[in-house]
């Protein structure tokens, strides 16, 4: 008897470069945002923290967000509907995240463009033609 399962991943071959490039961005992001986690865990523990319950609190948001993240990259690679909506709020976060290192008392306009340029990429990558018929479900899909 054949493996119907529903959660099987997809075949890799006929993906769309755009999507392909869309899978590496978001993935690219997903694993900064797990360094950056590791990188406050270790700062957390190793330097004194002048609010214990803040540093704490920020390790466990980054720690959310890396895994939202991660499922995301996972659910790209599956081909999965529902990463759309996730990738276009991660995406405006970030852009948002970017403005605010162009602006204000601590203001550092490299990471600003580090962080909007791939958001940019990443949002017209998943509103693409190639991406959007990639991401349909199963039964609508022509491949």
Do not use: C, K, Y
């Not at 961005?25 to 945002?33: D, P, R, S």
């Not at 599956?78 to 976060?93: D, M």
Request: aromatic share 6%; net charge positive; glycine share 4%.
């Amino acid at each position: 008897m054949p493996d119907t399962t529903p959660n099987a991943p997809e075949p890799t071959a006929a993906r769309h470069p755009a999507f392909r490039t869309l899978l590496v961005v978001v993935g690219l992001e997903a694993a900064a945002l797990v360094v950056l986690t590791v990188a406050l865990v270790v700062e957390l523990v190793v330097a004194p923290a002048s609010s214990i319950a803040s540093a704490i609190a920020l390790v466990l948001l980054a720690a959310i967000a890396a895994l939202w993240l991660v499922a995301i990259v996972v659910g790209l690679r599956n081909r999965r509907p529902w990463v759309r909506s996730g990738i276009i709020v991660w995406q405006v976060l970030q852009g948002a995240i970017a403005i605010g290192a162009f602006q204000g008392v601590f203001r550092v306009a490299w990471v600003g463009w580090v962080l909007l340029i791939p958001a940019l990429l990443a949002l017209t990558l998943v509103l693409s033609r190639p991406v959007t018929a990639a991401l349909l479900p199963r039964a609508e899909r022509e491949d």
